[in-house]
């Protein structure tokens, strides 16, 4: 299936928009990085902390549309009272390309902002070479990396911040 680059809507998720998110991250991250099972539990973990614990007041998730398919996500989630984390940004193959990382990354920095947060964190992998692209591109730095055995594969986690 492939999506046209065709009207965009970023939305609040709906019922089904989390068991989505929880399965097209299983299945990208096993195609395109070899990620075992424990990756899509990892995802799923997250999700279910978000739908049980959500805050509106200072918490958020989008749903990215083309054409009414869905086609990506991001969540944003307090960290602390001053720091907000972005989490779970994902964008399908047929929608890359289309700016729709950058918008949802925005989407998130503007969230925190206008909620008073000082600083955004994010956790990801030294491979995800997009990503990171779009985050260094909005601001985010580099503040920590390590080395470690996770999701079957020798991988490099960082953090990246950036102060609002």
Same mark, same amino acid.
């Given at each position: 299936?492939?999506?046209?680059?065709?009207?965009?809507?970023?939305?609040?998720?709906?019922?089904?928009?989390?068991?989505?998110?929880?399965?097209?991250?299983?299945?990208?991250?096993?195609?395109?990085?070899?990620?075992? &099972?424990?990756?899509?539990?990892?995802?799923?973990?997250?999700?279910?902390?978000?739908?049980?614990?959500?805050?509106?007041?200072?918490?958020?998730?989008?749903?990215?549309?083309?054409?009414?398919?869905?086609?990506?996500?991001?969540?944003?989630?307090?960290?602390?009272?001053?720091?907000?984390?972005?989490?779970?940004?994902?964008?399908?193959?047929?929608?890359?390309?289309?700016?729709?990382?950058?918008?949802?990354?925005?989407?998130?920095? &503007?969230?925190?902002?206008?909620?008073?947060?000082?600083?955004?964190?994010?956790?990801?992998?030294?491979?995800?070479? &997009?990503?990171? &692209?779009?985050?260094?591109?909005?601001?985010?730095?580099?503040?920590?990396?390590?080395?470690?055995?996770?999701?079957?594969?020798?991988?490099?986690?960082?953090?990246?911040?950036?102060?609002?």
């Amino acid at each position: 299936m492939s999506l046209p680059a065709g009207k965009v809507v970023l939305r609040d998720p709906a019922p089904g928009d989390l068991g989505w998110v929880v399965q097209v991250h299983g299945e990208l991250y096993a195609r395109e990085y070899g990620f075992d &099972a424990s990756f899509e539990a990892l995802v799923a973990e997250i999700a279910a902390s978000f739908l049980r614990d959500f805050d509106p007041q200072g918490e958020k998730g989008w749903i990215a549309e083309v054409d009414g398919e869905r086609a990506g996500c991001v969540f944003l989630v307090r960290k602390s009272a001053t720091v907000a984390q972005l989490r779970l940004l994902l964008l399908r193959p047929e929608a890359r390309g289309l700016g729709l990382g950058g918008r949802l990354v925005d989407e998130c920095v &503007a969230f925190a902002r206008d909620r008073g947060y000082r600083r955004m964190v994010l956790w990801t992998q030294s491979n995800l070479v &997009a990503a990171r &692209a779009i985050y260094a591109a909005r601001g985010f730095v580099l503040k920590d990396s390590e080395a470690n055995q996770a999701f079957g594969q020798q991988l490099v986690s960082e953090v990246w911040e950036r102060e609002l």
